[in-house]
T-cell receptor
Framework: GEDVEQSLFLSVREGDSSVINCTYTDSSSTYLYWYKQEPGAGLQLLTYIFSNMDMKQDQRLTVLLNKKDKHLSLRIADTQTGDSAIYFCAESITGYSTLTFGKGTMLLVSP | NAGVMQNPRHLVRRRGQEARLRCSPMKGHSHVYWYRQLPEEGLKFMVYLQKENIIDESGMPKERFSAEFPKEGPSILRIQQVVRGDSAAYFC??????????????FGPGTRLTVT
């Protein structure tokens, strides 16, 4: 099975909060990442969290990590239409090792 | 400081031809990673290179695929005798010399390979 799993699709209205969930299986994962991919573009790192942290906040983004359940979530507050994209969860064993990605969650924000 | 550059952005090859994908890392970055994204899939790691060295090629198919990162010039991902299943987006990422516990991988815009 997949090492990193995500729900495939999320639809929200502009101004609402979006929560994108991810589960991973490798307990030795040290760093967990959220990347954003807009249509036809490469991946942009949004934020990352080290495995000894429970939460990280960066402006409209909040990352929650439940290491016991191997569950990671990304909350986007006040979601805008420009947030519509595919969001990938990824993990690595060390900070410079290769990344293992989920299949991505397509976020659609309607006005 | 230009970002990671990949060319071509789109590449069409007939079955049996060779595909060469190029990646120029960000200035000052000496580590390059190649990932492949099949339709409706996440990115899958293929190979990790430093200048003139392959560090990890565990994700690379054993046949037809090769990668290099010479002392001068871009990193090249080469696919010989392409088949339809090679159609995908190929992303390159780079990171700087490693002295810290964490380094971000900066991704290029990708090369979309279509095999007809």
């Amino acid at each position: 099975g997949e090492d990193v799993e995500q729900s495939l699709f999320l639809s929200v209205r502009e101004g609402d909060s979006s929560v994108i969930n991810c589960t991973y299986t490798d307990s030795s994962s040290t760093y967990l990442y959220w990347y954003k991919q807009e249509p036809g573009a490469g991946l942009q790192l949004l934020t990352y969290i080290f495995s000894n942290m429970d939460m990280k906040q960066d402006q409209r983004l909040t990352v929650l990590l439940n290491k016991k359940d191997k569950h990671l979530s990304l909350r986007i507050a006040d979601t805008q239409t420009g947030d519509s994209a595919i969001y990938f969860c990824a993990e690595s064993i060390t900070g410079y090792s290769t990344l293992t990605f989920g299949k991505g969650t397509m976020l659609l924000v309607s006005p | 400081n230009a970002g990671v550059m990949q060319n071509p952005r789109h590449l069409v090859r007939r079955r049996g031809q060779e595909a060469r994908l190029r990646c120029s890392p960000m200035k000052g970055h000496s580590h390059v990673y190649w990932y492949r994204q099949l339709p409706e899939e996440g990115l899958k790691f293929m190979v990790y290179l430093q200048k003139e060295n392959i560090i990890d090629e565990s994700g690379m198919p054993k046949e037809r695929f090769s990668a290099e990162f010479p002392k001068e010039g871009p990193s090249i991902l080469r696919i010989q005798q392409v088949v339809r299943g090679d159609s995908a987006a190929y992303f390159c990422a780079s990171s700087p010399v490693l002295h810290e516990p964490h380094y971000e991988q900066y991704f290029g815009p990708g090369t979309r390979l279509t095999v007809t």
